[in-house]
């Protein structure tokens, strides 16, 4: 079986946990590119992409965001199939026509999320399931033609339109990537104190159910690629 190529548009601004976390859940071939220095793939001669999260928000007027949203719209018009994270949930979103805006209020730690029960990108997940969470933005008008997925009390968490798919949360975080994270945030002592004692063992394994999230972009990228390259005049 070919392995899978996926273009990784990391726009993390060089932290190494990203690097780390996508290559143990993502069963492809990787290239990645530093969106934050200005890196996209030449050309779209993938089976997929996936777009990371970012200390950034998508509206800001900034060089490299702009390059990042260029490259996906051309990527979006090959109907390369794509899966954004946080804040690339948010950047498909804001491509494919949508609404993104700060909340006013920041969502981070473990949440519960529920989802549709009929999507491709949730199955075998509970209808009601535990993720870690960290954005103070979030997309508030979904693009034109899109479904969403899965919500919460803060906002939407995920959606889909076509072969473009976007989740809010972080299935790819680790118990090292979400102590670090809360360390180095603008929060108050308690709020801090609180945030890190949820980040247990016991619930980092609750989260590890919505990592099929993963599992499930891959299958759909597969089965997009085998369609793709299947002759015409082979038999069903």
């Given amino acids: ?15 190494v946990n990203t690097t780390r976390n996508f290559r143990r859940e993502l069963d492809a071939s990787l290239a990645e590119f530093d969106v934050t ?3 996209v793939p030449d050309g779209f001669d993938f089976d997929g992409a996936v777009v990371t999260g970012s200390r950034s928000s998508v509206y800001w007027d900034e060089e490299w965001i702009e390059t ?3 490259w996906v719209r051309g990527a979006i018009d090959r109907e390369l199939p794509i899966l954004g994270i946080c804040w690339g949930h948010q950047l498909l ?8 805006e700060a909340m006013g209020v920041y969502e981070v730690g473990y949440s519960e999320i529920e989802h549709g029960g009929d999507s491709r990108l949730f199955d075998g997940i509970s209808r009601e399931f535990t993720v870690f969470t960290s954005h103070y933005d979030a997309v508030t008008e979904l693009p034109p033609g899109a479904e969403s997925l899965a919500e919460n ?19 790819e ?13 603008d929060l108050s002592e308690e709020r801090r104190r609180s945030v890190l004692d949820e ?21 759909y990228v597969r089965e997009r690629s085998e369609a793709v390259s299947k002759p015409e005049n082979a038999s069903a």
């Fill in 1 to 15: 079986m070919r392995q899978l190529r996926l273009a990784v548009l990391n726009a993390a601004h060089r932290d």
């Fill in 37 to 39: 220095e200005g890196e």
């Fill in 68 to 70: 990042t949203k260029e």
């Fill in 93 to 100: 979103a804001d491509v494919l026509g949508g609404t993104v």
């Fill in 153 to 171: 009390e803060y906002s939407n968490h995920g959606f889909r339109r076509g072969r473009v798919f976007g989740v809010q949360f972080h299935p």
């Fill in 173 to 185: 975080y680790d118990i090292k990537t979400a102590r670090e994270l809360v360390l180095r945030k």
């Fill in 199 to 219: 980040i247990t063992e016991e619930n980092y394994q609750r989260a590890c159910e919505a990592k099929l999230v993963f599992d499930n972009f891959v299958e």
